[in-house]
């Protein structure tokens, strides 16, 4: 695993997106895997922009979300779905066979896992998975206790990951499950960002980082991963040795 720290969130968010362009400028069949949320979201408006303004072909590269809230419709504001949709296939104007996300109204979210995994295969797996972390330590919805080898999976949300994710809808929402993509994949990813940025982070990513791997902190699965990133600003950084 390797660190990399810059001044504030705007260089780690360009940092983040240059990198994925020019990725899919070398390899236009890039298979990508990315978490939604505050963290990620100026990386997928710069994305965006990047791909249109360089008129980089990304025409037959593979966007899969990782994540969603059991229950929600993707018209939802507050759904992963919602997010990606406005954010990035919208304005690039993807062809639905050009992504994958759970569907997690679906009254059976075991096959939904399959046919997660299922599509994971056909690709020939991930080439770069962009993820955050939460403030409990998951990844995804891979919350304290799970173990690093499950595939696709619908999780019991841990309470932190209930309430911090109220920050996402303009009401009060009762959040009980997440489906999400799993360690295995992401062990399997040829390379893994995981980014962090704020004070209020710092905590997390110094327990991502300099504590233990342990199952009942997700993600310091990253100091396992040969090819795995933690990207931080300035703020998120500032507890680590
Ligand atoms: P955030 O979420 O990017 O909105 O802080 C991170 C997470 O819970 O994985």
């Given at each position: 695993?390797?660190?990399?720290?810059?001044?504030?969130?705007?260089?780690?968010?360009?940092?983040?997106?240059?990198?994925?362009?020019?990725?899919?400028?070398?390899?236009?069949?890039?298979?990508?895997?990315?978490?939604?949320?505050?963290?990620?979201?100026?990386?997928?408006?710069?994305?965006?922009?990047?791909?249109?303004?360089?008129?980089?072909?990304?025409?037959?590269?593979?966007?899969?979300?990782?994540?969603e809230?059991v229950g929600l419709p993707?018209?939802?504001?507050?759904?992963?779905?919602?997010?990606?949709?406005?954010?990035?296939?919208?304005?690039?104007?993807?062809?639905?066979?050009?992504?994958?996300?759970f569907d997690a109204t679906s009254n059976d979210l075991k096959k939904e896992c399959e046919r997660?995994?299922?599509?994971?295969?056909?690709?020939?797996?991930?080439?770069?998975?962009?993820?955050?972390?939460?403030?409990?330590?998951?990844?995804?919805?891979?919350?304290?206790?799970?173990?690093?080898?499950?595939?696709?999976?619908v999780?019991?949300?841990?309470?932190?990951?209930?309430?911090?994710?109220?920050?996402?809808?303009?009401?009060?929402?009762?959040?009980?499950k997440?489906i999400?993509?799993?360690?295995?994949?992401?062990?399997?990813?040829?390379?893994?960002?995981?980014?962090?940025?704020?004070?209020?982070?710092?905590?997390?990513?110094?327990?991502?980082?300099?504590?233990?791997?342990?199952?009942?902190?997700?993600?310091?699965?990253?100091?396992?991963?040969?090819?795995?990133?933690?990207?931080?600003?300035?703020?998120?950084?500032?507890?680590?040795?």
């Amino acid at each position: 695993m390797q660190f990399i720290s810059f001044k504030n969130y705007e260089q780690l968010s360009a940092y983040t997106a240059d990198h994925i362009v020019n990725a899919i400028k070398s390899k236009p069949d890039l298979v990508l895997c990315m978490a939604s949320g505050s963290t990620p979201s100026l990386t997928c408006d710069l994305l965006v922009e990047k791909l249109k303004d360089e008129h980089a072909d990304y025409s037959k590269f593979t966007f899969i979300g990782l994540d969603e809230w059991v229950g929600l419709p993707p018209a939802n504001s507050g759904s992963c779905h919602y997010f990606f949709k406005t954010k990035v296939f919208e304005p690039l104007q993807l062809r639905p066979s050009q992504y994958h996300l759970f569907d997690a109204t679906s009254n059976d979210l075991k096959k939904e896992c399959e046919r997660m995994d299922q599509f994971i295969d056909e690709k020939g797996g991930i080439d770069i998975m962009i993820v955050g972390i939460g403030m409990n330590g998951h990844i995804g919805f891979n919350e304290p206790g799970t173990s690093f080898s499950l595939l696709s999976h619908v999780a019991d949300l841990d309470e932190t990951t209930k309430s911090v994710g109220q920050k996402y809808f303009n009401g009060p929402v009762e959040l009980d499950k997440g489906i999400t993509i799993g360690f295995s994949h992401l062990m399997n990813t040829k390379k893994v960002f995981l980014l962090a940025n704020g004070r209020h982070k710092a905590e997390v990513v110094k327990k991502a980082i300099e504590g233990p791997v342990t199952e009942d902190f997700p993600a310091s699965i990253m100091q396992k991963h040969k090819n795995g990133f933690v990207v931080t600003d300035e703020e998120a950084a500032s507890l680590l040795k």
